[in-house]
């Protein structure tokens, strides 16, 4: 079946800093691929996705590219902010379900 | 518009006891999606419905869990004889319901067994 692999946290980073979260999938076929947010306190969010090789999926700053050749989709924003401190997770769906890496949580000090 | 909310927010029970979680989709959504997140891990699938017909419940650990939308719409999961290891938050997601869509996610029941 499908799983998901993604780097353990924390990362700690201070702001402005340039951010990666590395993610790496295994699948049958090609799955869509997505990057959950979960903000101290909420629910999850989605914060980007991808549905195709080569697709680029952006949003708020942070990018992630749908690298079939390494099976990876990782997370990067140039300058981040202390606002973006929470946990990150990779996503591949495959049959419908969903199937998550175990979370990364970033936080970014003054 | 409104998104997935979920009731209770958050649920104490003793061992041994039944509980039941609701969850109310977005309005329209086709597909609802139940999953368990144990802390410090990622969100784990439990059942899925198109509809009222549960069409996977391959994600289910026992016997004691059952999930229904008779419907179509407002979805129970029911844990009976509730143990120590049911203690998580478990998330409802619903979707438009077409492969590939974007899964919208509810604030989760955190429910703690004692």
């Known amino acids: 079946g499908n799983s998901v692999t993604q780097m353990e946290g924390p990362v700690t980073l201070s702001e402005e800093a340039f951010l990666t979260i590395n993610c790496t999938y295994t699948a049958t076929g090609y799955p869509s691929l997505f990057w959950y947010v979960q903000y101290p306190g909420e629910g999850l969010q989605l914060l980007l996705k991808?549905?195709?090789?080569?697709d680029k999926g952006s949003n708020k700053g942070f990018e992630a590219t749908y690298r079939k050749e390494t099976t990876s989709f990782h997370l990067e924003k140039g300058s981040v902010q202390v606002s973006d401190s929470a946990v990150y997770f990779c996503?591949?769906?495959?049959?419908?379900?969903?199937?998550f890496g175990t979370g990364t949580r970033l936080l970014v000090s003054p | 518009g409104a998104g997935v909310s979920q009731s209770p927010r958050y649920k104490v029970a003793k061992r041994g006891q039944d509980v039941a979680l609701r969850c109310d989709p977005i309005?329209?959504?086709?597909?609802l999606f139940w999953y368990q997140q144990a802390l410090g891990q990622g969100p784990e699938f439990l059942t899925y419905f198109q509809n009222e017909a549960q069409l996977d419940k391959s994600g289910l650990p026992s016997d004691r869990f059952f999930a229904e939308r008779p419907e179509g719409s407002v979805s129970t999961l029911k844990i009976q004889r509730t143990q120590q290891e049911d203690s998580a938050v478990y998330l409802c997601a619903s979707s438009r319901g077409r492969a590939k869509e974007t899964q919208y996610f509810g604030p989760g029941t955190r429910l703690l067994v004692l």
């Open positions: 309005s329209g959504h086709v597909s």
């Open positions: 991808a549905t195709k090789a080569d």
């Open positions: 996503a591949s769906e495959g049959f419908q379900k969903l199937v």
